[in-house]
């Protein structure tokens, strides 16, 4: 089976300018969520979509983050403009809810650093 | 306001011998508990959840211990082993209504397994 992709693996950008990340979550997987992982932090949860339906939202940065799942696989995680404190990795993750035991599976995530 | 605290940075243990990794929450809504590991530039790997409806869960090396009263949680490794170290993480979650909320982090316990 394979895992949850995500692209690029890697990006640098200056603050003010946009970038998006993108998600492939293990196939049948309904729900994707983002996180942001800042450096010596644990994942905090941004956004949580059940197929292309938003689930929750409230801890997006709503003003500059935007995200989608528009046919319900995959997703893209945007960010317009940057600013220095967005520098993190981004981690997308994915789960069946099988048995309804909420068991999330990690991509390996986007670090993003902002000049 | 930490909902999850993972209150030791790091620790160190010798090869063959537990590691007790602990974990502690405050929110009483949270019924499903997750350790994560971590390796560098690596997305969190599942490795043991706990329902709230036990108080113990193992699987191999990992055990997870969970006391619902003093909303407390534990993982042992025992034997440890060279390959366990890595950055642990500690997760919580709501079941509601079939659905599930994203996972609530800790800010994860570095294991130093020592030769």
């Known amino acids: 089976e394979a895992g949850v992709a995500q692209s690029p693996r890697y990006k640098i950008i200056e603050k003010r300018q946009s970038v998006a990340f993108w998600c492939n979550p293990i196939?049948?997987?309904?729900?994707l969520y983002w996180y942001q992982q800042i450096l010596g932090q644990g994942p905090k949860l941004l956004i949580q979509f059940q197929n292309n339906g938003v689930v929750d939202d409230s801890q997006l940065p709503k003003d500059r983050f935007s995200a989608e799942r528009l046919k319900g696989v995959d997703s893209t995680l945007k960010i317009q403009p940057a600013k220095l404190e967005d520098s993190a990795v981004y981690l997308c993750a994915s789960t069946s809810l099988a048995g309804g035991w909420n068991e999330q599976f990690f991509g390996p995530g986007t670090r993003l650093t902002v000049l | 306001d930490q909902q999850v605290k993972q209150n030791s940075p790091s620790l160190s243990v010798q090869e063959g011998r537990i590691s007790i990794l602990n974990c502690d929450y405050t929110?009483?809504?949270?019924?499903?508990f997750l350790w994560y590991k971590k390796y560098p530039a690596e997305g969190p790997t599942f490795l043991i959840s706990i329902s709230s409806i036990k108080d113990k869960n193992e699987d191999g090396r990992f055990t997870v211990f969970l006391n619902k009263s003093a909303k407390h949680l534990s993982l042992h490794i025992v034997p440890s082993q060279p390959g366990d170290s890595a950055v642990y993480f500690c997760a919580a979650s709501a079941i509601v209504g079939g659905g599930a909320d994203g996972l609530t982090f800790g800010k994860g316990t570095h294991l130093i397994i020592q030769p």
């Open positions: 196939s049948g997987h309904a729900t």
């Open positions: 929110n009483s809504m949270f019924d499903y």
